[in-house]
């Protein structure tokens, strides 16, 4: 069966620090992967998905970056964090884009 | 550009009672429509979902309707449980565009 990672599960963060969260899946080839950002009593934001290695698509533009390296890790990336960057971030699978979507256990970032 | 409205925003319900949550979508060529329940501080997990060509589907105290005229699907929960407590999300999507048009969310409270 399928299984999806992510880490760090909590992070603190000062403003203007770097970010970087991992997600990994494991149990399928070549998924696709999304990115969600969910602010404190919110709906869910898509901020990237991707299709494969190296291709990226962005929804909403920010100060956050993604990176597909591999197969099944998709990582999320900042180079300098705002107060506005904090809440829930969690990546999702589907086997097509057309496809049921999955949750990893998310991160909760603070950005103080 | 589309949406999806989700009403009520918070529902409470007697234990052992039906609750009922409603959303509408503005996009006629949507097609799937998932629903997942959120507990507090957890990730979105997919409770129950249905195609255009079904128009309702059941899974035990579980139930979606679809109403493709109106454009507007219902989630329905019978003999209400504690654990039924968190916040539900409907969701749709059209297969031109694989991105998940999500509801604001629904708390759902079970009162003893």
């Known amino acids: 069966s399928q299984t999806i990672h992510q880490w760090p599960a909590t992070l603190v963060q000062p403003v203007g620090s770097p970010l970087s969260l991992e997600c990994t899946v494991e149990g399928t080839s070549n998924p696709n992967l999304y990115w969600y950002r969910q602010a404190a009593g919110r709906g869910l934001q898509l901020l990237f998905y991707?299709?494969?290695?190296?291709?990226i698509s962005s929804e909403v533009p920010q100060n956050l970056s993604a990176s597909r390296p591999q197969d099944r890790q998709f990582i999320l990336s900042s180079k300098k964090l705002l107060l506005s960057d904090s809440g829930f971030y969690l990546c999702?699978?589907?086997?097509?884009?057309?496809?049921?979507?999955?949750f990893g256990p998310g991160t909760r970032l603070t950005v103080l | 550009g589309e949406n999806v409205e989700q009403h009520p925003s918070t529902l409470s319900v007697q234990e052992g009672d039906s609750a009922v949550i409603k959303c509408t979508y503005s996009d006629s060529a949507s097609n799937y429509f998932p629903w997942y329940k959120q507990e507090l501080g957890k990730r979105p997990q997919l409770i129950i979902d249905?195609?255009?060509n079904v128009g309702e589907k059941k899974d035990q105290r579980i139930a979606v309707t679809l109403n493709k005229t109106a454009k507007h699907f219902s989630l329905h929960i019978t003999e209400t449980q504690p654990e039924d407590s968190a916040v539900y999300f409907c969701a749709s999507r059209t297969d031109s565009n694989y991105q998940l048009i999500w509801g604001a969310g629904t708390k759902l409270i079970i009162k003893p």
């Open positions: 249905i195609r255009s």
């Open positions: 991707s299709v494969g290695i190296g291709q």
């Open positions: 999702a699978w589907s086997v097509f884009l057309t496809d049921t979507q999955y």
